[in-house]
């Protein structure tokens, strides 16, 4: 039986806590003042213009075999709820899932580059030795951890039917920038050094969308597009590339 032909990868717009990070880095701050926990860190003015310009393209992808996901936190769920409603369709089921939230950091959470170095070195030089794929901040995650909460969710996004009883063949997800390149890293088979080698020349912007397709619904997949920011560009909305998590690597 074959599964998903297509996979649409949001990256939520600019939030709240993206600006809040690179002023401090900015700064020479050691802690950022996000003013909200992870999950409840809302969309910047900017981030809600640039959910609405994904919603003016939106539609293309939006048909009848089409499911919507969205991660637990409130960036991700703003996004996808302006774009919808954009796109004319705000009465699409959303699914929320938390396996599709950002990766958590732990005790570096809210430190800049230089908080982290400033109060943990010894987190720092064990990041240096272990590598970004592998290394877990004390109360956190590493990107192979992500890769296996991503691992779990393909299997429902495939398995799981829609009401009417059939598969759908594409699923749109609004996500974080990590999960769009541990879904590029599970999908196409990039080994740990490839993947790592991706993502030192490509960011992930806010609301830019990625597309994975394979189209017999079997197999590998194929990237089609990565961090497409056409339609901010067209809408007139600025073009933010701020890194996701809340210090920077």
Not at 20 to 39: C, F, K, T
Not at 115 to 136: D, T
Not at 212 to 228: E, I, K
Request: net charge negative.
């Amino acid at each position: 039986m074959s599964g998903l032909s297509e996979l649409v990868l949001i990256r939520h717009g600019e939030s709240t806590a993206n600006v809040a990070a690179s002023d401090a880095e900015a700064r020479g701050a050691e802690v950022i003042d996000a003013g909200a926990r992870d999950a409840d860190v809302a969309l910047s003015a900017t981030g809600e213009n640039q959910a609405r310009a994904v919603g003016s393209v939106l539609g293309e992808w939006l048909d009848d075999q089409t499911e919507v996901w969205s991660s637990s936190y409130l960036r991700a769920r703003q996004t996808i709820a302006i774009a919808l409603e954009t796109a004319g369709e705000q009465d699409r089921r959303v699914v929320v899932d938390e396996r599709l939230r950002d990766r958590e950091l732990g005790i570096l959470d809210l430190l800049t580059s230089r908080g982290v170095a400033a109060r943990h070195p010894e987190e720092q030089a064990r990041r240096e030795w272990l590598g970004k794929f592998s290394y877990r901040p004390p109360g956190g995650e590493s990107w192979a951890d992500v890769a296996l909460r991503i691992r779990s969710l393909f299997r429902d996004l495939e398995d799981v039917p829609r009401r009417d009883g059939t598969t759908p063949h594409r699923v749109v997800v609004a996500s974080h920038d990590a999960d769009v390149l541990l879904f590029l890293y599970v999908c196409t088979g990039l080994s740990e050094r490839e993947l790592l080698d991706f993502a030192s020349e490509h960011t992930v912007a806010n609301a830019s969308v990625t597309v994975l397709t394979r189209p017999d619904g079997v197999g590998p997949w194929t990237l089609q597009t990565f961090s497409d920011v056409r339609h901010l560009e067209a809408a007139g909305a600025d073009v933010t590339r701020h890194p996701g998590e809340r210090h920077v690597d």
